[in-house]
């Protein structure tokens, strides 16, 4: 897509964003992604009020095939998948031992291969610890990036719009309601905590709803072609920018730019979708465990609305927010929203009030109490 006229690339606006394919991934032939094509606040009117389609093919894929893989990797990440079923998604994470933050994934089971896909940068990450961890399990775990391509239809219309490609009547996400602190064991039931929809396309590939849409899981090779149905068909393309701000308005975290070395998933809101309170062992469960029960995480994700007076571009991610001069936490992804103007999600600590009055270099900050 970074192909169709207008398109404005990520990398040329910002050379070190994250947004663009990994160096190994660009050499097999994996093209970086718009931030644009021309009207960025138009392309968010687009997705939050009907549907676009998002060039996401720069992010990492995982492909885990192996008669053992669900039970496998329930045993290694935060999500119940044991019983994880052929035409089901869900997330996962992979913590480190005091139960931070370290991986996050998309899921979606074919019947046979589990796909995992994750943030530009990740991958490498998330294999090496799969590949250090398989031991005798029968399990063959790969980087499938070269061979899958992301794409993300997104907005209520979403659809109506994977209609076009043959695929009718995908389920909204069913989520698991979190307990409350020290719940009875076997209160959650023995399943992942929120699932998404899987289906096959008809040409290859999958399409799983999701929280912002239908993403579509395609043969790489096969990406052109499907871009191609579905612009025929009247779906306009938006950019990366529009799927951003889209995301921070829906108050979704994302792991490395709204997270630091230090998070745990309380605190970014990622126990609904990703963690299983109930599952038993994995790495990091202790740490989830007496959060969870305690009640009290440190720190806590917020959504900041900027003044935008002294100026008009967005604050960097990692950019302090302080309080009375004292740093009390920082900004992840910060966007122009068509609506609601500069907004950003943050990581504040917990006994920050929701009328502090707060800054963020220069510029002023309110929390979004809602």
């Not at 492909?63 to 089901?88: D, F, I, M, N, S």
């Not at 149905?229 to 889209?246: K, M």
């Not at 004292?326 to 103007?341: I, K, N, P, S």
């Amino acid at each position: 897509m970074i192909e169709i006229a207008g398109a404005v690339a990520v990398e040329a606006i910002d050379e070190a964003s994250r947004d663009q394919p990994d160096p190994e991934h660009r050499a097999v032939g994996v093209r970086g992604v718009a931030a644009h094509y021309g009207d960025p606040l138009r392309e968010q009117r687009i997705l939050d009020t009907a549907v676009g389609l998002v060039d996401r093919s720069h992010r990492g894929v995982v492909a885990v095939p192996g008669e053992e893989r669900t039970g496998w990797l329930h045993t290694l990440t935060t999500q119940h998948l044991a019983t994880l079923k052929a035409g089901e998604g869900t997330e996962l994470l992979v913590l480190s031992p005091h139960g931070h933050v370290e991986q996050h994934a998309m899921v979606a089971e074919d019947g046979v291969t589990t796909w995992l896909d994750t943030e530009p940068g990740a991958t490498d990450g998330l294999l090496t610890y799969l590949e250090k961890m398989r031991f005798f399990s029968r399990v063959e775990p790969r980087d499938a990036t070269a061979e899958q391509a992301l794409l993300s239809l997104v907005g209520p219309e979403a659809t109506g719009a994977l209609a076009t490609l043959g695929v009718t009547g995908l389920a909204e996400p069913d989520a698991l309601a979190v307990p409350g602190p020290k719940f009875r064991s076997g209160e959650l039931p023995p399943r992942p905590t929120v699932r998404y929809a899987v289906a096959p396309l008809p040409d290859g590939g999958w399409a799983r709803r999701g929280p912002l849409g239908v993403d579509l899981l395609v043969p790489r090779p096969a990406m052109d072609d499907v871009v191609a149905r579905l612009r025929d068909a009247g779906v306009p393309v938006a950019g990366l920018w529009a799927y951003e701000a889209i995301r921070v308005a829906a108050r979704r975290a994302r792991v490395g730019v709204d997270t630091d070395h230090r998070t745990i998933p309380a605190e970014v809101d990622l126990v609904g979708p990703a963690v299983h309170l109930d599952k038993g062992c994995y790495r990091g469960q202790e740490t989830v465990a007496r959060v969870h029960n305690l009640g009290r995480p440190p720190r806590r994700l917020v959504l900041l609305h900027l003044d935008g007076v002294t100026t008009d571009r967005p604050p960097a991610a990692g950019t302090p927010v302080t309080l009375d001069d004292r740093a009390v936490g920082f900004v992840g992804t910060a966007v122009q929203h068509h609506e609601l103007g500069q907004i950003a999600l943050a990581v504040l600590k917990r006994n920050v009030p929701d009328d502090a009055l707060l800054r963020v270099g220069e510029t002023a900050a309110a929390v979004d109490a809602e």
